[in-house]
C-alpha cells in the first residue's frame, strides 16, 4: 500500500489528556497517539472549566507539530458547551470536537450551528458519544444528522450506570448497534471507549481483541501505555499478513471470484479486506521505523 492508501485509514489510538494540565498536553504529543484528545469534560474539576478552556485556546491558536487534536467539550444540555464550543471552533489547531453524551440529533445540528458561527461556513468535525440508553436507541440519526458529523463512539461508563450492567455481556447489543449505526451512515467503524485500569494489560489487549471481533476500530486511551496494548490488538499479525498477501496476488492474475489452492473462496469483498490488512501492516512498519528514529536521534 501507498503512503496515501494508508493516511486514509481511520485513526487508531485516541488518547485523552485532561484540558487544564496545558503541559501534560504538550507531553502527549510525543506519546504515538494517533489523535490527542484534551478533555474539558469528565477529567476536569468544576472549579477548573474556566481554566482548562484558556489553555486550551492558548495551545489550539499557536498549534505545535504532532496528531491531530480534538476536544472534548461540556454536556450540550449544560451552561458551558456553547461557549466552549464558539471559542475554539475556529483556532487553527482544533482538528475536531467530541460531543459527549447525544441523545439524538437536534443535539449534533445545535452543536454544528455553533460550531460554524451561524454562517453556514464549514466548521471542525463533529463526533457524537453516545452514553445513554436514549442516544442508542437514536444512534443512526444521530449518525446522518449533520455533514459534519463524522463518526460514532460509546461512553460505557455512564451507559453501564444507566442500564445497570454488571458486566461485558449487558453491552454487546449497544456496542453492535453503535457499530451498525456508524457503517449504515457510511462513518468509520467507532473506536472502542476506554479501558480504566492503566494497570491492567492483559485485560485491554482481551477487550480490544473482543472490540475487534466486533467490528470496532482501534480505542481511546487514558494512558500513553495503552496505546502499544491497543495497536498490537488491532494491527494485523505476520499470519493475517501472508493470507492477505496470498489473495491480493491471486486477485491480480484472475478476475472476479475465484478459489485459492487451499479451498478459501474469493470475492471482491475480500479481496477489499485483503487490501486493507496489508494497508495496517504498512502502518505497523511506519510506527516501527519511526520508533526507531526517535531512539537513534537520542
Given at each position: 500500500?501507498?503512503?496515501?492508501?494508508?493516511?486514509?485509514?481511520?485513526?487508531?489510538?485516541?488518547?485523552?489528556?485532561?484540558?487544564?494540565?496545558?503541559?501534560?498536553?504538550?507531553?502527549?504529543?510525543?506519546?504515538?497517539?494517533?489523535?490527542?484528545?484534551?478533555d474539558l469534560?469528565?477529567?476536569?474539576?468544576?472549579?477548573?472549566?474556566?481554566?482548562?478552556?484558556?489553555?486550551?485556546?492558548?495551545?489550539?491558536?499557536?498549534?505545535?507539530?504532532?496528531?491531530?487534536?480534538?476536544?472534548?467539550?461540556?454536556?450540550?444540555?449544560?451552561?458551558?458547551?456553547?461557549?466552549?464550543?464558539?471559542?475554539?471552533?475556529?483556532?487553527?489547531?482544533?482538528?475536531?470536537?467530541?460531543?459527549?453524551?447525544?441523545?439524538?440529533?437536534?443535539?449534533?445540528?445545535?452543536?454544528?450551528?455553533?460550531?460554524?458561527?451561524?454562517?453556514?461556513?464549514?466548521?471542525?468535525?463533529?463526533?457524537?458519544?453516545?452514553?445513554?440508553?436514549?442516544?442508542?436507541?437514536?444512534?443512526?440519526?444521530?449518525?446522518?444528522?449533520?455533514?459534519?458529523?463524522?463518526?460514532?463512539?460509546?461512553?460505557?461508563?455512564?451507559?453501564?450506570?444507566?442500564?445497570?450492567?454488571?458486566?461485558?455481556?449487558?453491552?454487546?447489543?449497544?456496542?453492535?448497534?453503535?457499530?451498525?449505526?456508524?457503517?449504515?451512515?457510511?462513518?468509520?467503524?467507532?473506536?472502542?471507549?476506554?479501558?480504566?485500569?492503566?494497570?491492567?494489560?492483559?485485560?485491554?489487549?482481551?477487550?480490544?481483541?473482543?472490540?475487534?471481533?466486533?467490528?470496532?476500530?482501534?480505542?481511546?486511551?487514558?494512558?500513553?501505555?495503552?496505546?502499544?496494548?491497543?495497536?498490537?490488538?488491532?494491527?494485523?499479525?505476520?499470519?493475517?499478513?501472508?493470507?492477505?498477501?496470498?489473495?491480493?496476488?491471486?486477485?491480480?492474475?484472475?478476475?472476479?471470484?475465484l478459489a485459492?489452492?487451499?479451498?478459501?473462496?474469493?470475492?471482491?469483498?475480500?479481496?477489499?479486506g485483503a487490501?486493507?490488512?496489508?494497508?495496517?501492516?504498512?502502518?505497523?512498519?511506519?510506527?516501527?521505523?519511526?520508533?526507531?528514529?526517535?531512539?537513534?536521534?537520542?
Amino acid at each position: 500500500m501507498t503512503p496515501a492508501q494508508c493516511a486514509d485509514l481511520p485513526p487508531l489510538t485516541w488518547l485523552y489528556v485532561p484540558g487544564d494540565r496545558p503541559g501534560t498536553v504538550a507531553k502527549a504529543r510525543d506519546c504515538g497517539a494517533d489523535v490527542l484528545v484534551i478533555d474539558l469534560e469528565d477529567a476536569v474539576a468544576g472549579d477548573r472549566k474556566e481554566y482548562a478552556l484558556r489553555a486550551t485556546a492558548e495551545l489550539l491558536a499557536d498549534p505545535a507539530p504532532g496528531p491531530p487534536v480534538h476536544v472534548r467539550v461540556n454536556a450540550l444540555d449544560g451552561p458551558l458547551a456553547e461557549r466552549e464550543i464558539r471559542t475554539l471552533a475556529g483556532l487553527p489547531g482544533l482538528a475536531g470536537l467530541r460531543l459527549p453524551k447525544v441523545q439524538g440529533p437536534a443535539e449534533v445540528r445545535r452543536a454544528a450551528a455553533w460550531a460554524d458561527g451561524g454562517a453556514g461556513a464549514a466548521g471542525p468535525a463533529l463526533y457524537a458519544l453516545l452514553e445513554s440508553a436514549l442516544g442508542i436507541e437514536h444512534a443512526y440519526a444521530i449518525a446522518t444528522a449533520h455533514p459534519a458529523l463524522r463518526g460514532l463512539a460509546l461512553g460505557e461508563a455512564d451507559l453501564r450506570a444507566e442500564l445497570g450492567v454488571r458486566d461485558d455481556a449487558g453491552l454487546a447489543w449497544p456496542r453492535s448497534r453503535a457499530v451498525v449505526a456508524a457503517r449504515a451512515a457510511g462513518l468509520a467503524p467507532p473506536p472502542q471507549s476506554v479501558h480504566p485500569d492503566v494497570r491492567d494489560t492483559q485485560g485491554l489487549a482481551r477487550s480490544c481483541a473482543q472490540g475487534r471481533d466486533l467490528g470496532f476500530w482501534g480505542r481511546a486511551a487514558i494512558h500513553p501505555r495503552q496505546l502499544p496494548v491497543i495497536e498490537a490488538a488491532y494491527l494485523p499479525s505476520a499470519a493475517e499478513v501472508e493470507a492477505a498477501q496470498q489473495i491480493v496476488g491471486a486477485a491480480a492474475t484472475e478476475e472476479g471470484a475465484l478459489a485459492l489452492p487451499d479451498g478459501r473462496f474469493v470475492d471482491a469483498a475480500v479481496v477489499a479486506g485483503a487490501r486493507r490488512v496489508l494497508a495496517l501492516a504498512s502502518k505497523r512498519r511506519r510506527a516501527s521505523a519511526d520508533v526507531a528514529d526517535r531512539g537513534g536521534s537520542r
